[in-house]
């Protein structure tokens, strides 16, 4: 397929690429004790043979990447699967969903979209300040992501949001590829998962129409993933607190990688994914002559109802709702024992921060509103259709 110039600097590899990609990434040392670290038992003559004759993206994916998701799941989960009854393997879709991890959130998806029928995985929308190293930037390219531009001058973003948009279209209309995009900018280290209406006004700066034709042309479902545990979620407090504490801080590439490497090596319990519905046909019921930013608020609104409402929640997370605000009421969905445990889980995670000043009692409640906010959310979504509203009435969720 021929694909536009215009997409050069942040599509993925294409098959005619590889070779000489391969021969890059395989020269580089840091690549070969990755290599070494994932593949012990195995000499790296055999490992570059085997990558060679990937002649695909999706072939590498299959060869190398799955093999490797499917052994964190057995060895650092208590299992992983998704809820695909809403969609059609034959068709192609946008997958937007809350963002957890760095690393595993669309690589699990590619797993997953594998494990029930699909003929391709997704291409991914991944920030180029996740790109520290030229091996990186390599690997994530043969593993079909695109690079999201970003600490961009005002001129320069818009243009770059435009060339993603196209791309994105392009994608989906002409490579017949899957997509999949946070919903918001980073992750959200609250887990208050709020899509951001940006991510949809970038959306409509590709495609041809209204804007309802645009986002339709994309194919949007929902995704809502939840993990039991977050590895990360002990790093994502130490970050509120550096945050709080020290004017101007910013995370560096550092920190980054450390996400990265925790997020990938750490327990992270059960793991789910669930896809609502395309939502095509409820774009078709909004009034098409509201004012944008309503429209947008309209549309944002929806793909968070539907992820909210299709979490998967966990004793821990009912625990920590009601750890956060002082109460019993949840009492029915846990046990006293899965309390204890989670209160001594807490105790460890914020004994792994290593910062001056360590406010435990701040870490703790950043800790519990990483918990707690997907069963907030979860039952504020479900209160809209008449159920637990009364219940919602006697609670204040502290922020």
């Known amino acids: 397929m021929k694909i536009p110039s215009e997409f050069d600097p942040i599509r993925p590899f294409e098959p005619e690429e590889l070779p000489v990609v391969y021969d890059r990434i395989l020269a580089d040392k840091q690549f070969q004790q990755v290599l070494a670290y994932l593949y012990p038992d195995v000499p790296m003559e055999i490992l570059e043979q085997k990558i060679r004759a990937c002649k695909t993206n999706l072939e590498f994916q299959k060869a190398f990447c799955y093999p490797f998701l499917q052994r964190l799941v057995t060895t650092l989960s208590l299992g992983l699967s998704m809820d695909a009854t809403n969609i059609d393997i034959r068709k192609r879709y946008t997958f937007i969903s809350n963002h957890r991890d760095i690393v595993l959130d669309s690589a699990f998806l590619d797993k997953l979209l594998i494990d029930v029928g699909f003929s391709t995985t997704c291409e991914i929308a991944i920030g180029d300040n996740l790109l520290s190293a030229d091996w990186i930037r390599d690997l994530v390219r043969i593993n079909k992501s695109f690079t999201v531009e970003r600490a961009l001058h005002s001129v320069e973003m818009l243009r770059a949001s435009k060339r993603m948009s196209e791309y994105i279209h392009f994608a989906v209309a002409e490579k017949n590829e899957n997509v999949w995009i946070a919903q918001r900018q980073g992750r959200a280290k609250n887990s208050n998962d709020l899509t951001q209406?940006?991510?949809?006004?970038?959306?409509?700066?590709?495609?041809?129409?209204?804007?309802?034709?645009?986002?339709?042309?994309?194919?949007?479902?929902?995704?809502?993933?939840?993990?039991?545990?977050?590895?990360?979620?002990?790093?994502?407090?130490?970050?509120?607190?550096?945050?709080?504490?020290?004017?101007?801080?910013?995370?560096?590439?550092?920190?980054?990688?450390?996400?990265?490497?925790?997020?990938?090596?750490?327990?992270?319990?059960?793991?789910?994914?669930?896809?609502?519905?395309?939502?095509?046909?409820?774009?078709?019921?909004?009034?098409?002559?509201?004012?944008?930013?309503?429209?947008?608020?309209?549309?944002?609104?929806?793909?968070?109802?539907?992820?909210?409402?299709?979490?998967?929640?966990?004793?821990?997370?009912?625990?920590?709702?009601?750890?956060?605000?002082?109460?019993?009421?949840?009492?029915?969905?846990?046990?006293?024992?899965?309390?204890?445990?989670?209160?001594?889980?807490?105790?460890?995670?914020?004994?792994?921060?290593?910062?001056?000043?360590?406010?435990?009692?701040?870490?703790?409640?950043?800790?519990?509103?990483?918990?707690?906010?997907?069963?907030?959310?979860?039952?504020?979504?479900?209160?809209?259709?008449?159920?637990?509203?009364?219940?919602?009435?006697?609670?204040?969720?502290?922020?």
């Not at 669930?274 to 549309?299: R, S």
């Not at 979490?311 to 949840?330: C, E, G, H, R, S």
């Not at 809209?384 to 509203?389: A, P």
């Open 197 to 399: 209406p940006a991510i949809l006004k970038m959306m409509v700066m590709g495609g041809e129409g209204s804007i309802i034709d645009r986002l339709k042309q994309l194919h949007i479902v929902p995704l809502s993933i939840s993990y039991e545990y977050d590895p990360c979620d002990y790093l994502k407090a130490r970050e509120y607190q550096l945050r709080r504490d020290i004017p101007y801080w910013k995370k560096t590439a550092e920190d980054d990688l450390e996400s990265m490497l925790i997020g990938i090596k750490g327990f992270k319990g059960h793991i789910f994914y669930h896809c609502a519905p395309c939502i095509d046909d409820w774009l078709d019921t909004l009034d098409a002559d509201l004012p944008k930013n309503k429209l947008f608020d309209a549309i944002a609104s929806h793909i968070d109802h539907e992820i909210h409402s299709s979490y998967k929640l966990y004793p821990i997370n009912y625990v920590a709702l009601d750890m956060i605000q002082d109460t019993k009421v949840y009492e029915e969905y846990y046990t006293q024992d899965d309390y204890e445990k989670f209160d001594a889980y807490l105790a460890g995670q914020i004994e792994k921060i290593d910062i001056e000043n360590r406010d435990e009692q701040f870490l703790r409640t950043c800790l519990l509103t990483q918990y707690a906010y997907p069963a907030k959310n979860y039952i504020d979504a479900s209160s809209e259709s008449g159920r637990l509203k009364s219940l919602l009435n006697r609670l204040t969720f502290k922020k």
